[in-house]
């Protein structure tokens, strides 16, 4: 990870989250700045590990009873950089991208996904405008107008 801090801060939330019943799937140790790949299961949405950008190589698992319940989930962050949506359903799709409140949705594909000529960022406390390259150019210049009235009125 970036520094040892940061790998010491994800790593003191997987333990908060393992003392309120998360189970390590898989990972979970550190060692000075480098933290295993880790997936957690049966975490309470309400834990800072699912509230906030951990910046980590960690995942985890959250169910759901149906899809109005999954899309729930995702809004109710103050988050919102990109998300993947899995289904074959083109109806499921369309909705997701209607009702979830990020940056970017990925259909079938996971959300680090990008390109440099896409608009990439995030809506909420997720980011402050779009990276990519025309979003670049547009943040870097200041459009001007020049409105002339020529001959004689």
């Known amino acids: 990870m970036i520094s040892e801090a940061a790998a010491a801060r994800a790593e003191g939330l997987i333990q908060a989250a393992q003392s309120e019943g998360a189970r390590v799937l898989t990972g ?13 299961d049966n975490v309470k949405a309400s834990l800072d590990i699912c509230r906030h950008e951990v910046f980590a190589p960690l995942a985890v698992l959250q169910s759901y009873r ?3 319940e999954a899309l729930a989930q995702v809004n ?8 993947g949506v899995f289904t074959r359903d083109i109806r499921r799709a369309w909705k997701a ?15 680090t996904f990008r390109v440099e000529n896409m608009p990439y960022g995030g809506v909420k406390a997720s980011g402050f405008g779009r990276e990519g390259i025309r979003s670049a150019m547009e943040e870097m210049t200041e459009p001007r107008s020049l409105i002339l009235k020529l001959g004689s009125t």
Do not use: H, I, K, M
């Open 28 to 40: 979970g140790r550190r060692r000075g700045a480098f933290l295993e790949p880790t997936l957690l």
């Open 66 to 68: 149906d899809f109005d």
């Open 76 to 83: 109710d962050s103050d988050y919102g950089l990109q998300t």
């Open 97 to 111: 991208f209607e009702t979830l409140e990020v940056g970017g949705v990925l259909l079938n594909n996971t959300p």
